[in-house]
């Protein structure tokens, strides 16, 4: 019998951001949105990770590093994840990852990871910090998704193919020794999965870009996320239409969608005959109304410093007991001596 089944009624889902500076408007749609919305159905066990070992990556300020993680931790919550329902943890507190880690390591090959783009375009920016661990990145994010027995990886479009070295080395795994991992699937927003810079879109929109007006944060001032959307890069024509070289309008087409709900067929017919200035006007509001009552909620929790320290602490003893259970049983399938 298959060993990946542990007593579980509902499907998992896990998912982590790494803490590495603000949160992007294209972070929010393309990952945090889809996990409160997916949670909010009751039909998951959700785990919601912070990927502070996945951060080190690339070199922190440990006093910024330490503000960056906790600002996170606030944002998931002021985004509407509940807590109480779905433990919300800090990757470092939980051992299993580095432990499961490790493992995935010895079974993830030196090709593959030189095939990663995300290390590809991460190696072009920090060369001179070329790392191991940028190299094996992939190895520990896999395990993070394994060691819960994830059916469900809600993410942005550029993770896919961490998520298909994921789903190979857990085939992998299993065939070597027995079924001991659930092979997950990424769920990838169908509307918003790639939120492009506002400056250049043919471009992802990124925290680590060297022109601000090219990104939203979701904590910056909501006069200052207005400009930056009037000042966002069209083309010369006229109409709120998708189409070939009109990749600006169509990219706040998508924002405006992930942020009113309604489809890039309604938008086009809402701005028929209507110009640029009058859809960015109501992008820029539609973006404000979203993320207004995530700030207020961010600066109540910000106050509240006690409350968030119980969750992460909650959050890090839930995940500990279904982590060490899939550990447990891989060390087991390896051929450790018990300890
Ligand atoms: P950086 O740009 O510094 O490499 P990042 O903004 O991509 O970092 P991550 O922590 O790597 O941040 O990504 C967190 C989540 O946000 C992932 O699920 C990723 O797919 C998603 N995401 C990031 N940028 C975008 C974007 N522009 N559009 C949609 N989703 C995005
Ligand atoms: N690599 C991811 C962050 C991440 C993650 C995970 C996402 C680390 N571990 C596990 C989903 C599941 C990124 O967004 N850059």
Known sequence: MSDTNTNQTKKRILSGIQPSGALTLGNYVGALKNW????????????FMLADLHTITVRQDPKVFRKNTM???????????????????????????????????????????????????????????LNAGLFTYPSLMAADILLYQADLVPVGDDQMQHLEITRDLANRFNNANSPTFKVPEAYIPKVGARIMSLQEPT???????????????????????????????????????????????????????????????????????????????????????????????????????????QIYKNGAENANKTAMKTVSKVYRKIGFIQP
């Open 203 to 309: 471009q992802k929109m990124s925290k680590s870009d060297s022109n601000e007006n090219s990104y939203i944060l979701l904590l910056d001032p909501i006069d200052k996320t207005v400009k930056k959307i009037k000042r966002a890069v069209t083309d010369s024509g006229s109409e709120v239409k998708r189409g070939e070289g009109k990749e600006g309008i169509e990219n706040l087409m998508n924002i405006y969608s992930a942020t009113t709900g309604k489809t890039m067929d309604e938008i086009e017919a809402e701005f028929d005959g209507k110009g640029y200035g009058d859809f960015k006007s109501a992008v820029a509001e539609a973006v404000a109304e979203t993320i207004r009552p995530i700030q207020n909620k961010y600066n109540d929790l910000m106050s509240n410093k006690d409350y968030l320290v």
């Open 36 to 47: 409160v919305d997916l949670a909010a159905t009751d039909e998951y066990e959700c785990y």
């Open 71 to 129: 600002d996170l931790l606030a944002l998931f919550i002021a985004s509407g994840l509940d807590p109480e329902k779905n433990p919300i943890f800090f990757q470092s507190h939980v051992p299993a990852h580095s432990m499961l880690g490790w493992v995935m390591m010895c079974y993830t090959y030196m090709g593959e990871l030189s095939r990663m783009t995300q290390y590809k375009d991460k190696a072009k920016k920090h060369a001179d910090n």
